[in-house]
């Protein structure tokens, strides 16, 4: 019965501290992930001129890569200047002029969270607010005993979770 109490005592202690400490990175992740859902549209977003040099006589495809434009096309040639939706670049000489829609700096940082990948400095944070968020998962059980009333609700709301995130992954 002491080993029971000792582990329900621990992973309730170590629920409540992580649960603190994840509160600011939480934080964080929700905002990141309202930005994330409107990325398609202008929301919060500011347009940024840019002036660039990058290699010449690049084809079209060259061009989106070196630029970091999605969706780019070629619209028309004027003489030896190529415009596109964004701007101009001029095969010659390398010169690209360009506007972006970018979100500020910080709000840009905070949303490259959620893209980060296993190279990025962010991958740790990353990984580890997902095993913080397994622990929350799996302590949670550890809360209230498992007769009790409030025990039991808890497994209808969390089996009730699970079929909803299913059936919303699934449509």
Excluded: C
Excluded at 23 to 45: E, H, N, Q, W
Excluded at 51 to 58: D, G, T, Y
């Amino acid at each position: 019965m002491d080993k029971i109490k000792d582990t329900r005592s621990f992973m309730r202690i170590t629920h409540r501290y992580l649960g603190y400490f994840l509160a600011g990175i939480m934080a964080v992740y929700a905002i990141s992930g309202v930005l994330l859902i409107y990325r398609d549209t202008d929301f919060l977003k500011k347009e940024q001129s840019y002036e660039k040099v990058i290699e010449k006589n690049l084809s079209e495809k060259e061009i989106s890569k070196a630029l970091n434009i999605k969706n780019f096309e070629i619209e028309k040639q004027e003489g030896d200047i190529l415009k596109f939706k964004e701007g101009t670049y001029t095969p010659s000489t390398g010169e690209a002029k360009y506007t972006k829609k970018e979100l500020p700096y910080l709000l840009d940082k905070m949303a490259k969270l959620h893209k980060a990948k296993s190279k990025d400095s962010l991958s740790p944070l990353n990984a580890f607010f997902g095993i913080a968020l397994l622990f929350f998962v799996i302590s949670s059980f550890w809360m209230f005993k498992p007769k009790t009333k409030i025990f039991k609700r808890g497994i209808i709301f969390t089996i009730s979770g699970i079929i909803i995130s299913i059936i919303l992954l699934l449509i």
